[in-house]
């Protein structure tokens, strides 16, 4: 029981310290033992939004740069253009146990299920905090524990399925089947949804689930795990939410609905996103911070003819505003191109924070209804969402696909495009679609990355499980391909 005290004092503890602006409560100064964190609204509140706070509270962790940038190498999205040992096993996809960034995309979700979990037990148990408070807080728990679950079983496959803080029975737990993971993933969003509201707390940023964050994971969850029926309806609840959220598509580069202000914090576009914590040197974002360079970009966009440099249609506007160029001075020229969602590097001395991590964007919802609607045969209506995405992007529309096979290539390529550099989903997506080939041992993954990455294997759609787990969990097997 002393861990669960050390993670909640901590969890009040940086909350205070780092994160006051994610709800205006005073600091908990000494209420710190778990007997008095779940007796007011505040502390309690507190022990939440403690996880949110560090969550992006410094750079190359699970939930800012690590989440999207390994997964875009491991793809086929973008590269490190220098030497950097940890990156280049992504990139060439030979990983090992040992990699530092496959321990922290491990070991960070299974904290935050952990303390999620203590809020869970906490606020179950506590009878003094108010109704409301009580739900929402449940709510965001249990939203939180499925989302470290759902890029837990996605990195690595089966795992363990953390319900409870009893530290000794879960530190020698064995991986549980991916079916059963996304069975209890599926309830606690469910249940989640149940619990929260439209409005966002606190101070209304969008910065802590609500109703519609749920959703819009249960809907990509549905639609992970074949239930497209499920997928569909639950993304037509996200896209009837027409008073938060809209596609931003004006045509005025200067106003507000104009699709570079996407990325903005609190945009309409805006499901949830991860507020900065930590604003030195003028600092917004960790990935703008990171991809955005001011000489040769580090980060670049894969070129040749199966890159993402030339995947983009003639006069995409998700090229024109989403991506970034850089043109070296001396001969031969060769230009570069970077993701460029995230428009600030640094911002002036003193300047307002304007952008915040976008973790769930409400264009999603219209691709996940797309591929949902493909998988019913109801293609004239998977066409029409689709061209909400391709009108924004100034494209022409699509023509009813001929067949359920073409209408998926149409829906692959809106993803890639749309997609690119957020939160693994181009990775995802080439691991749990079939290879065309009719290979039911293959993935789509067996199809596109051999292309451009000759040591390709499919065994390296897992992550292998890091070396500290295989050392301290008796139970633990390793993944295929990295014994």
């Given at each position: ?346 911002g002036a001395t003193g300047a307002a924070v304007t952008e915040y991590s976008m973790v769930l964007r409400f264009a999603e919802a219209y691709l996940i209804r797309a591929e949902a609607r493909v998988g019913l045969n109801r293609l004239a209506e998977a066409k029409d969402d689709l061209n909400v995405l391709r009108a924004r992007a100034g494209l022409t529309p699509l023509m009813v696909a001929a067949s359920p096979a073409l209408a998926m290539a149409q829906v692959e390529q809106e993803r890639r495009v749309e997609l690119f550099s957020e939160w693994g989903h181009r ?57």
């Amino acid at each position: 029981m002393k861990i669960i005290y050390y993670i909640l004092s901590l969890a009040l503890i940086s909350t205070g310290l780092s994160c006051k602006k994610y709800v205006e409560i005073e600091d908990p100064k000494d209420q710190l033992a778990t007997g008095t964190v779940f007796t007011t609204d505040a502390t309690a509140t507190a022990a939440m939004v403690g996880i949110y706070s560090d969550m992006n509270a410094s750079n190359y962790q699970f939930a800012n740069v690590l989440a999207s940038f390994t997964c875009a190498m491991a793809a086929d999205e973008f590269v490190y253009a220098s030497v950097l040992a940890n990156f280049d096993e992504f990139k060439n996809n030979a990983l090992t146990s040992g990699n530092t960034y496959v321990g922290i995309m491990w070991s960070s979700p299974y904290n935050f299920i952990y303390r999620s979990n203590a809020v869970i037990e906490g606020v179950t148990a506590s009878s003094t905090l108010t109704p409301a408070v009580k739900n929402q807080l449940l709510g965001e728990a249990k939203f939180m524990r499925a989302f470290c679950h759902f890029y837990l079983v996605n990195f690595f496959g089966d795992v363990p399925l953390i319900l409870n803080t009893d530290v000794l029975s879960n530190s020698n737990k064995a991986r549980s089947p991916k079916a059963e993971v996304y069975a209890a993933i599926v309830q606690d969003l469910k249940e989640a949804k149940s619990l929260l509201v439209a409005a966002y707390p606190g101070a209304g940023e969008r910065t802590r689930p609500n109703k519609t964050a749920a959703t819009l994971l249960l809907s990509r969850v549905y639609l992970y795990t074949g239930n497209n029926a499920l997928a569909e309806s639950e993304a037509s609840d996200v896209i009837a939410n027409t008073t938060q959220y809209s596609i931003l598509k004006n045509a005025d580069p200067n106003d507000a609905a104009h699709m570079t202000k996407a990325f903005l914090k609190n945009s309409n576009e805006a499901v949830w996103q991860l507020q900065v914590v930590n604003t030195l040197g003028g600092r917004n974002t960790w990935e703008g911070n990171t991809l955005i360079s001011t000489g040769v970009p580090l980060y670049r966009l894969t070129k040749g003819a199966y890159g993402l440099e030339t995947g983009f249609e003639a006069g995409d506007k998700r090229f024109s505003n989403w991506v970034g160029s850089y043109s070296t001075t001396t001969a031969p020229v060769v230009t570069h191109y970077y993701p460029f969602k995230y428009k600030v590097r640094v911002g002036a001395t003193g300047a307002a924070v304007t952008e915040y991590s976008m973790v769930l964007r409400f264009a999603e919802a219209y691709l996940i209804r797309a591929e949902a609607r493909v998988g019913l045969n109801r293609l004239a209506e998977a066409k029409d969402d689709l061209n909400v995405l391709r009108a924004r992007a100034g494209l022409t529309p699509l023509m009813v696909a001929a067949s359920p096979a073409l209408a998926m290539a149409q829906v692959e390529q809106e993803r890639r495009v749309e997609l690119f550099s957020e939160w693994g989903h181009r990775w995802f997506d080439l691991k749990r679609w079939k290879s065309l080939s009719g290979d039911p041992l293959k993935s789509r993954a067996d199809d596109i990355l051999p292309l451009s990455k000759p040591s390709w294997k499919p065994t390296a759609v897992l992550f292998p499980i890091p070396v500290e787990a295989m050392r301290t969990n008796p139970n633990m097997v390793q993944n295929p391909g990295y014994n």
